[in-house]
């Protein structure tokens, strides 16, 4: 069964210094999703990605974060400058061809961040 | 706006006895998908059912129903015959329908469920 894979699975990293987390959604996929869940709380959207650009974000994603999908394949998120309330576990997801309200989005299995 | 509302933040059930995990919403939209995840300790989040705002009826995956009372704007989840395996984080989320069609999934607080053998 197809499924979404995220890389690294644990990332541990300095104040003030940049991260990327990869993800390669299911192949034919067009919608793609970040989310992310600080430790014990809800989780929370970021920001969704179609067509090559950025489609929805939060208020959440600020100037520090930035998407791309750089090849067929991969999606990734960067972090400028993690700052401590970064560190979380960040999910990333993805939905078929119509992105609907009516199409679950399938949930890759985390990168937790951890920022000291 | 949406909003999800999951009063229950933890619950106990015995083994092999039936759950229900409330879940209300609010929304504006005409068209909306509700959809419960799990989560367990492990950290990943598991697709368990779905419901569209135009289904008369409730959506059933195995054990997993769906109670959908459309005028009381509520969701339930009900699991049947719960195991062990089933101690898990539960939550509920909505899509809505907004201008573009690429509409985010908002999440409730989430229900922790514990099964007691």
């Known amino acids: 069964e197809p499924e979404v894979t995220q890389t690294p699975s644990h990332q541990v990293t300095q104040m003030g210094q940049e991260v990327i987390l990869r993800c390669v959604p299911i192949s034919n996929h067009l919608y793609f999703y970040w989310y992310r869940q600080i430790l014990g709380q809800k989780v929370e959207f970021l920001v969704s990605f179609y067509n090559n650009e950025i489609s929805e974000k939060s208020e959440i994603f600020d100037d520090q974060f930035s998407v791309e999908r750089p090849d067929g394949s991969n999606f990734t998120l960067k972090i400028r400058s993690t700052k401590l309330e970064d560190s979380a576990m960040y999910f990333c997801?993805?939905?078929?061809?119509?992105?609907?309200?009516?199409?679950?989005?399938?949930f890759g299995p985390g990168t937790r961040l951890t920022v000291l | 706006a949406q909003k999800i509302t999951q009063t229950q933040p933890g619950m106990f059930v015995q083994e092999k006895e039936a759950v229900t995990l409330d879940c209300t919403y609010d929304t504006s939209d005409q068209s909306y998908g509700l959809f419960w995840y799990k989560q367990p300790s492990s950290g990943e989040m598991i697709f368990l059912i779905y419901?569209?705002?135009?289904?008369?009826q409730n959506a059933t995956e195995g054990r997993y129903s769906l109670n959908f009372q459309k005028a009381r704007k509520s969701a339930n989840l009900v699991i049947s015959a719960s195991q062990l395996g089933d101690s898990a984080m539960y939550f509920c989320a909505m899509r809505g329908a907004t201008a573009g069609g690429y509409q985010k999934v908002t999440f409730g607080t989430g229900t922790k469920l514990q099964v007691i053998p």
């Open positions: 419901q569209g705002s135009y289904d008369e």
């Open positions: 997801a993805s939905s078929g061809a119509s992105g609907g309200p009516h199409n679950e989005q399938f």
